[in-house]
């Protein structure tokens, strides 16, 4: 057992584990209402009908992995000893469950994409320094033209009449066109401008680059740590995922679920649309 989510544990759990068993357990008991069953006291038949619940989709709900379901029964035990009961793991129906539970093979977890709306709210995150600039306009264009977070990163700024290469970028009145090298042959994207330069990630890009003195070259480089100049190196891709996750957080985004599920939800893969096109 993880022993940040340890229920036995002598010591009270910090402000946001605890914030996580409140969360538990009143999804816990929202379940147990709708199926006319009571959550006190434990139950052992009816903890490993939660645990199997948990572990398949519903509707729009994903199931849960496994690492989730563990944690969310850490806060249930929590609870109960709250209340001077006790949750057994290793009561038939409970140590049935998660025995099925970890046989079963692992899914591969498919990431939650952003909407518009709430791509916008994460971008208003960030802050109005150089670099908040240029991770706004990574945000704002990563959606827009449904890229992967390497080939975001790889993009680099040249005029049209540059020979076709991987990861090229042009702008021009009406946005900006870019080509990027996929295994079914170079994918070329249009981004257009949106009315709303708020809104736009081709104004995003641009307001980056005049601050950045980019004009040619790699487009998402790193900023000094001062913060006020732009270096020449390329972004590593891995800041993109980082910085999703971030901004994930600080808008507020599924508010309803703990942390760790919530950033277990989102991934660079998120600025992508479900049918991984760039249209």
Known sequence: MDRRFDPTSARPPADATRRAYEADWAQFTRWCHLRGARPL??????IAEYIAALARPSG????????????????LGWQYRRRGMELNRRTGPIAEALNRLRQAPLRPRRKDPVSGAE???MANTLPRDL?????????????AAGLNRAELVGLDLWPDTTPAAPGRLSLHAGGARIVVARRTGPLPVHVARNARPGQCAVHALEHWLKHAGITEGPIFTRVSRDGQR????R???RHVARLVKQT?????????LPEAERLALFSARSLRPRSDSAA
């Open 248 to 256: 994930v957080l600080a808008a507020g985004l599924r508010a309803d």
């Open 41 to 46: 006291p434990p139950a052992p038949e009816l």
């Open 235 to 237: 972004l590593n891709d």
């Open 230 to 233: 732009a270096q020449p190196q």
């Open 131 to 143: 670099r908040g600039l240029r991770d706004r306009a990574i945000l704002l264009l990563g959606h």
């Open 119 to 121: 791509i916008r709210a």
């Open 60 to 75: 729009e709900t994903p199931a849960l992995s496994r690492a989730s379901i563990e944690r969310r029964l850490s806060g």
